[in-house]
């Protein structure tokens, strides 16, 4: 594994940690928390987003509009049963999600998700480190590099490895952040 292949498997590690983070709710409606809510539609688990129009027309709703307005009762009662935590109304059109404040307790165990998100993430990167090792020091091994590139490839590997848990701590700032902003 070369340090650009290992950089760019960190680059991975960072986005999909920070869509981890996007589907956790903060108080205000977004619409990337209906991200992981898949509904059965004709016989196939169909994600929500490729079913409707979501959109947030004030910070505490939020609007789906399904393209096919015979799969509304089955846009609604995917979304009862996904592990979003909101209750959804139909009118017959439209389903409103509307975004409840957040209690202190409820605020505090989004923290917790949020820091298990940010340490799969940090573990990713580490994991991702030890595999770039690995290969540098079989390279040494099969004296395909002197001992010095190798421990000059695995300094830098090291600094890698900081820059990007250092960005995934700076996400899970601005997410504690989002989070406990009343």
Known sequence: MKLADAESTMQKTIEAT??????????????????????EYYGTPTSLKSLANITTPDATTILIQPY????????????????????????????????????SDRRKDLVKLANKY????????????????ESIRKQEKAAEISEDESRDQQDKLQKLTNKYTARIDELFAEKEKDITTV
Not at 18 to 39: C, E, H, P, W, Y
Not at 73 to 100: F, Q
Not at 118 to 133: M, P
């Open 68 to 103: 096919d307005r015979s799969s509304l009762n089955i846009v609604e009662k995917g979304i009862s049963l996904s592990d979003v935590g909101l209750t959804p109304s139909n009118d017959g059109s439209v389903i409103r999600l509307n975004i409840p404040p957040l209690t």
């Open 18 to 39: 920070q869509r981890s983070f996007n589907t956790i709710r903060t108080g205000r409606a977004n619409a990337s928390l209906l991200d992981k809510v898949t509904v």
């Open 118 to 133: 940010a340490e799969e993430g940090r573990v990713g990167i580490r994991n991702i480190r030890r595999d770039a090792q």
